[in-house]
Nanobody
Framework: QVQLVESGGGLVQAGGSLRLSCAASGSILSLNVMGWYRQAPGKQRDLVAAIRSGGTTTYADSVKGRFTISRDNAKNTVYLQMNSLEPEDTAVYYC????????????????WGQGTQVTVSS
């Protein structure tokens, strides 16, 4: 059984910073992409940032220059450093991983965390 456990959400004033963490655990054979998505009330879930096992990163235009994604492959953990936060960043942030698990070693499967609330006050 694979689990993604997130931490680090909370309430912050505009201009402030938060750091999200997500640790993947379980019988993981290989981790391909790890990333963060967010969903605001009444809106769809959108990609915020993603990082491949080799370190290649992708960012949504709205967060470029403010957010930084990184990962620790030894710990199967991905981080999202969020600086210069804006009220528009308020959302539930979900960790995502595309990985190969022992339970199904012949294909890569998407897993999701439970979500962590980030609220930015103006």
């Amino acid at each position: 059984q694979v689990q993604l456990v997130e931490s680090g959400g909370g309430l912050v004033q505009a201009g402030g910073s938060l750091r999200l963490s997500c640790a993947a655990s379980g019988s993981i054979l290989s981790l391909n992409v790890m990333g963060w998505y967010r969903q605001a009330p009444g809106k769809q879930r959108d990609l915020v940032a993603a990082i491949r096992s080799g370190g290649t990163t992708t960012y949504a235009d709205s967060v470029k220059g403010r957010f930084t994604i990184s990962r620790d492959n030894a710990k199967n953990t991905v981080y999202l450093q969020m600086n210069s936060l804006e009220p528009e960043d308020t959302a539930v942030y979900y960790c995502h991983a595309n990985l190969r698990a022992a339970v199904d070693p012949w294909r890569e499967t998407d897993y999701w965390g439970q979500g962590t609330q980030v609220t930015v006050s103006s």
